[in-house]
């Protein structure tokens, strides 16, 4: 038996734990009542340890590095391998306690976040914070490889393997000038359109309008739940059970359509992997940026573009009915195309939207690289607000304390998005060669869309972010697509 096979059972292993730590997380996000959740949380510890365990088990390193040596492995067990040699590497290079440490100053940096977010308070998250990012720089010592040229590439490399800063600058600067740049003329466009009147709907009648919304746009509902929580989320927790939430705004009906169209692409990826991908285990190895593309190409490509309005304004006559009933294609395709100069990035539009991401990234690689300190975070933040959407950020609730990320310890996931973006025109302008991308949502039928996905792309997307777009479009990214799509929208 060779050693990649003597491997099977710890895989075996591992996948039913993940399974099981996802139900539990599910559980804890959605149905938990408050008084179970500390139990449930120590469950999710106790899981998480044993699963942890498997990556420092002796015998189990040894079957890695053998299986590593004798080669012979197909190209998603050799991925497999690599990444599971970095992580015992890391592991080997961690000691112990400064890993329990470091999750423990996290943990409560999240835990005061929430609170000074509420209380608009960012000098009560700062000592914390001070102290993650303090670990965050040491932990990217451990994770730096030859080829990084700065310290904030460790971590972009852990969402985005094999991208640098070098690679990102490159697309998000003139992607920066453009969107700036053309600011004013896409307002100056829109103010033109009178938009029909955006009211209230209750909660249940948006519940019934999610539930045509997910088949509509292809997720299968016999392989997943919708259920609701404050922050939208998707999870793929297990082959056959692929998760989304939502949030009701009874004010604005757009931040629920949106979210179940997102979160529900997320999960039309993960529905879609075929039995190699569970067979080698990489199921779920697609990177972040690859997860937004999808979730982005539904969210936006597909729902808000002027071939599949009628598709969602006829869903909203059935469910929502009041105002849905006189409202004409054109007034519904401008609404949900509302531009504007935002704080928030949850709630952005799909012109503004990379704005907002790049002003994230370029403060957190500065941060990271050592150019800015935590304490001139905040003034930072308002200058690039300032500078780049034209707005004036009024306190630290709807500036700096707005996302979960950074006081969680994640630096590097923010790209993720905007490059998401990119990639989904890229595939968009290729997909086009092969079907009527546009006749199939005037259609209101999506199958020819996910058809093509699902053989030209969900295919490959286990593959490292610059080989599966080669490998799905022929050619590496290439920002022109995404430009040229909004050039074409909003001009
Ligand atoms: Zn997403």
Known sequence: MTAYEQLAPYFEKKERL?????????????????????????????YYAEYAGINQDPEFIRLVKAAKEEGGLNDAQALLIDDLLEQIEFMEKLPMEEFVEWNRDSSKCMEVWKKAKNANDWAMVLP??????????????????????????AFLDQYEKGQTEADVDAVFGPLKEFLSAHLPEVLAKQSAYALPPLLPHDQDAQAHLSMDLLP??????????????????????????????????????????FSVIHEGGHSIQFQNWPAYQFENHVNGRASAALCETHSRFFENIIGRSRDFAPTL??????????????????GFYHLINQVSRSLIRTESD??????HIIIR????????N??????????AWKKKYKEYLGVDVPDFTQGILQDVHWFGGSFGYFPSYALGNLYGAQILHYMNQDINVAKACQAGNLTPILDWLREKDFAYDYL????????????????KYFTDYLAKKFF
């Open 313 to 330: 304004l006829g869903l909203c006559r059935k469910n929502l009915k009041g105002e849905f009933l006189e409202m004409d294609e054109e």
């Open 464 to 479: 490292n972010p610059k080989d599966w777009i080669i490998k799905v479009t022929g050619e590496p990214m290439n920002p």
């Open 216 to 257: 509509a746009i292809g997720y299968d509902l016999k392989r997943g739940v919708l259920r609701e929580t404050e922050h939208p989320f998707s999870d793929s927790v297990a082959k056959d059970d692929c998760r989304v939430t939502t949030h009701y705004y009874v004010e604005d009906w757009r931040s629920s359509m």
């Open 350 to 355: 799909e012109y503004t939207y990379c704005l």
């Open 18 to 46: 993940r399974h099981l730590m996802s139900l539990i997380s599910f559980d804890v996000e959605t149905t938990a009542p408050e008084e179970a959740i500390e139990r449930e949380n120590d469950l999710l510890n106790f």
């Open 370 to 379: 050592g150019k800015i300190e935590v304490e001139d975070l905040p003034e």
């Open 128 to 153: 914390y914070f001070k102290k993650l990012v303090a670990n965050k720089k040491e932990e990217a010592k451990l994770l730096a490889k030859p080829y990084h040229k700065t310290t904030y590439d």
């Open 361 to 368: 990234y370029e403060l957190e690689r500065d941060l990271i």
